[in-house]
């Protein structure tokens, strides 16, 4: 479980593919992660990965062919830099909200605006997750704590405060760019509470008949 506020700025190493998996090599450029354990998790642009290596300022990790379809990872080259975050301890404020690292899905920058020392993003919204982004509510762009400006069934607009500017990578960002997403999963778990209630009718369910003998277990 990670809170979406970056802790660092990685840079890949090297992406060394395999037959099952591959593996990236990131450097935390002088952050120090050594203690990080072995099996530990650090959300990369919002992917939650398992370290297989630490270093005093370098960590590997293992990634599935399955992640790399479905994120912007499989993209990744040597000299690319990206958000980095430790997962979070039940003893942390939680200043962001809470992110779970699994990718909903990828989008694109479709427009970049510079407001003073924000700076405004439009990102195109996929159809399978418009129905959970709404205006003023919370969502993840590439391991990113963002509120939603506005929304719309086709895209929705965040902006960039001057801090998250200037510790993210985010004002970096242009048209076209590939960007990871995750929807607040409260919204997931909401959608997924009331869908339960609509099946039941008159407040009949399976399991209520079996309580009271009506069908043998």
């Known amino acids: 479980m990670f809170t979406g506020l970056i802790e660092a700025i990685g840079t890949v190493d090297f992406v060394r593919h395999g037959t099952t998996h591959s593996t990236l090599s990131i450097s935390t450029n002088g952050i120090d992660f050594s203690h990080v354990a072995l099996g530990d998790s650090i959300a990369t642009n919002g992917v939650c990965l398992t370290v297989t290596s630490i270093g005093n300022s370098h960590f590997d990790a293992d990634v599935s062919h399955t992640t ?6 499989g993209g990744l080259k040597r000299g690319d830099r990206v958000h980095l975050e430790q997962a979070l301890r039940l003893s942390d404020r939680l200043g962001g909200h809470l992110v779970s690292g699994h990718v909903d899905g990828v ?10 020392q924000a700076v405004v993003l439009s990102v195109s919204t996929p159809a399978s997750l418009a129905k959970y982004i709404v205006q003023r509510g919370s969502i993840c762009v590439d391991g990113v704590s963002l509120t939603v400006t506005d929304a719309s069934e086709t895209a929705f607009s965040l902006t960039i405060v001057p801090h998250t500017v200037g510790e993210t990578l985010l004002s970096n960002y242009t048209v076209g760019t590939a960007v990871n997403l995750e929807i607040d999963m409260i919204a997931r778990y909401v959608e997924n509470l009331v869908k339960a209630q609509k099946e039941q009718t008159s407040g009949v ?3 209520l008949l079996r309580s009271r003998g009506f069908i043998k277990q």
């Open 107 to 116: 989008s694109r920058v479709e427009a970049r605006t510079q407001v003073g």
């Open 68 to 73: 790399l379809e479905h994120t912007t990872l």
């Open 205 to 207: 369910s399976m399991q």
